[in-house]
Each structure stands twice: as structure tokens, then as C-alpha cells.
């Protein structure tokens, strides 16, 4: 499975941005996205199979979502703050549990798209 993300890009702080992940070939039921900033371990945002979790940062502001038919993942960003700035990754796991920490063993990662809110 490889995974390309796109979308990222610079706004001002309320807007929005809406991030995609398309797989080529299947993705695995349970996908997510996270960001990391320089010097800072990853951290998970959302993640979803039959249903969405979200990180309390995120909670409200930003959504997950998957189209299966078009092997794609989403993330729509609302309300941006500045602190939303950072690499955005998406990862696709085979897991019985759907899980940030299951994704993160995943060896499918997308080659990140760079968010970038200013003040």
C-alpha cells in the first residue's frame, strides 16, 4: 500500500483546509491522520473504520472522513489556530482495534503535507 497526501498549504488562523490521502491499492479499515512538528514526537489527530476518534485538540474543528470507492481518506480543518501548524501524515493499519498506537507501528505512511496557520 503506498499513500500520497495533499491539500496542506498556509492559511490565516479561523480558516479551513481540507487534507487527502488516496492509497494505491487497499487501504486497511483502520486509517488515521497525525502531525508532527520539528523536535516533537508525532501525535495522532483522528482516526476512523467504523468510527471517528478524535484528539481532544482537534474535538469539534476538524473531521474525518473516507470514500472506500476512491481509496481516499480525508481530514477537513476548521477554525485553524496557529498551534494546528505542522507535517500532517496519514498511516493505514491492519488492526483488530483501531488505535493511534496500532498506527503507529504501521509501516504505511503517506510522505506528509505541510500545514502552515499564521496569527
Known amino acids: 500500500v503506498q499513500l500520497v497526501e495533499s491539500g496542506g498549504g498556509s492559511v490565516q488562523a479561523g480558516g479551513s483546509l481540507r487534507l487527502s490521502c488516496t492509497a494505491s491499492?487497499?487501504?486497511?479499515?483502520?486509517s488515521g491522520w497525525f502531525r508532527q512538528v520539528p523536535g516533537k514526537k508525532r501525535e495522532g489527530v483522528a482516526h476512523?473504520?467504523?468510527?471517528?476518534t478524535y484528539a481532544d485538540s482537534v474535538k469539534g474543528r476538524f473531521t474525518i472522513s473516507k470514500d472506500n470507492a476512491k481509496n481516499t481518506l480525508y481530514l477537513q480543518m476548521n477554525s485553524l489556530k496557529p498551534e494546528d501548524t505542522a507535517m500532517y501524515y496519514c498511516?493505514?493499519?491492519?488492526?483488530?482495534?483501531?488505535?493511534?498506537?496500532?498506527?503507529?507501528?504501521?509501516?504505511?505512511w503517506g510522505q506528509g503535507t505541510q500545514v502552515t496557520v499564521s496569527s
Open positions: 491499492g487497499r487501504a486497511y479499515s483502520c
Open positions: 476512523i473504520n467504523n468510527y471517528a
Open positions: 498511516a493505514t493499519v491492519y488492526a483488530i482495534t483501531c488505535t493511534f498506537e496500532n498506527l503507529l507501528r504501521s509501516p504505511y
